[in-house]
Each structure stands twice: as C-alpha cells, then as structure tokens.
C-alpha cells in the first residue's frame, strides 16, 4: 500500500511556498541526499507554471536546500515534503503524486538528466493518451552523454526480462522521466507495492491492466555517471518484480 503524505506516522514537515488557486501540472522530485544537485537543477527551469514537488527522505541537507530556493524562487511553486527515514525511490515518487493537486502530473530525476522543457514535451501527449513516458532507446532520442556499455546491456537484458514477465511492449522502462493523467495515476496507486527502483514497472503494468492508453516517446539524456543504482539494487529490483508478479506480496 503506497504511503499518504498527509499520514503524521509518515510525514515530519510539508512547506508549501508560492501558492496558486488553479494548477494546470504537478511534477514530483524524488531528492534522496541530492543536496549537491538540487539547486543546478532548479537553476535550470526559467519557468514553470505548475507545482514542483520534492520529496526528501535522506538525511543530508536537501530539505533545506529547497526551502531556501523556494523563498528565492517567487516565481516557481516548489513544495517539500520531508520525511525522517527512507522511503525508497519508488515511495517517494508515488507519495508525490498522491499529493499533487494538478489534473496531469508526473516526476523527473533530481540529477538533471534531462530538462523542464522536455518534461512539457511530454505533457503534450497527454491531450491524446493517458500516459507519455520518455525512452532512450527508440527512433528520434537524444543521449547527449551515452551510458558505459556495461550499463547498457543491464539495461538491455533489464528490459528483456520485463517483456518477457509482464508482457510490457516498452523499449525502456527505467527512464526517470514520465506523465500521466492524475486520474488514471489515482485509478492504480491503491495497489501499488513497490516502493523500490522497480516501481517504475509495476506502475506501468497496473496502468496497462487497467486500460491506460500509454505512448512511449524519444527524450533528449544527458546521462549522469553517479547513478544511484547499485548492483544490489538490480538484484532487489528483480526480486521485487518476481514477488510483484506471481502474487507473492498483497496486492
């Protein structure tokens, strides 16, 4: 079961800066010890006129950080949500997106992989699907800077076994950067149980069970060499989406 941000069992502090009546898109942050790149990242969007909301679950100074760039940033409506212990990846983004208050939401990564600009890209498609989500291995992407050829074919045989289990037609699943219709998004975050680096797969599989209408669309990456991905967490990641799809965990 994904975690309300509003649950005081969950949630220390929530600062919401530079409020606005009406919000036409929510994007969600996940900022777990990002306090060395979360200020180039917000340094990088001239203008947005959603909501950006960062969730910190670490335990650096990242919450404060964003604080501070909120007070600095009138023209962005930035919100923290901070929570004293790990929530995962795949908690934070899913806590995010149960509290943002937009019709059309999404989340990017904090290392700035990618840019605001292709973000609106992407909620473009939505007038037409239910979901746009960014890939960097179809016709027409950009990778600025490509990945290490063994990151590749993790990659790669990653994204093999995923068509293989949940039957996913996606090139790639992993890609921080994706938009969905809040409505659909609320259709399924009920039954969400992974909180891991593997969310991303079962998100995509409970929407595509649930009849979302999905589009897979080529993103300009710039890929980051610190990745947060370890190779424990590929083999928790698999597991995971074992559990996940042979009905081993309560869904």
Not at 58 to 63: E, H, K, P, Q, R
Not at 155 to 161: A, C, K
Request: aromatic residues 8%.
């Amino acid at each position: 079961m994904y975690l309300s941000p509003y649950n005081p069992d969950y949630i220390r502090t929530a600062v919401t800066m530079n409020t606005a009546p009406e919000l036409p898109c929510s994007l969600v942050i996940p900022a777990y010890n990002e306090e060395n790149r979360i200020r180039p990242l917000f340094d990088a969007i001239s203008r947005f006129d959603g909501e950006l909301i960062v969730v910190c679950d670490g335990t650096d100074a990242t919450a404060q950080v964003v604080e501070e760039i909120a007070r600095a940033r009138t023209d962005l409506l930035i919100r923290c949500l901070t929570f004293d212990h790990r929530l995962g990846k795949g908690g934070g983004v899913i806590t995010g997106l149960s509290a943002a208050r937009a019709p059309l939401v999404g989340f990017f990564d904090a290392d700035g992989s990618t840019t605001i600009s292709e973000m609106m890209r992407l909620f473009s498609f939505l007038s037409e699907h239910d979901g746009a989500i960014g890939s960097r291995w179809v016709p027409g992407a950009t990778l600025r800077v490509r990945q290490g050829i063994l990151r590749r074919l993790e990659s790669r045989s990653f994204n093999f076994l995923i068509r293989g289990l949940f039957g996913l037609k996606f090139h790639d699943t992993q890609c921080g950067a994706k938009v969905f219709r809040k409505a659909a998004i609320d259709k399924v975050l009920p039954a969400m149980v992974s909180h891991g680096f593997e969310f991303d797969v079962e998100l995509l599989w409970r929407l595509n069970r649930a009849g979302s209408r999905i589009v897979e669309v080529p993103i300009e990456w710039q890929n980051r060499d610190d990745s947060r991905v370890r190779k424990r967490d590929m083999v928790r990641m698999i597991q995971g989406l074992f559990r996940v799809r042979l009905g081993l965990v309560q869904v």
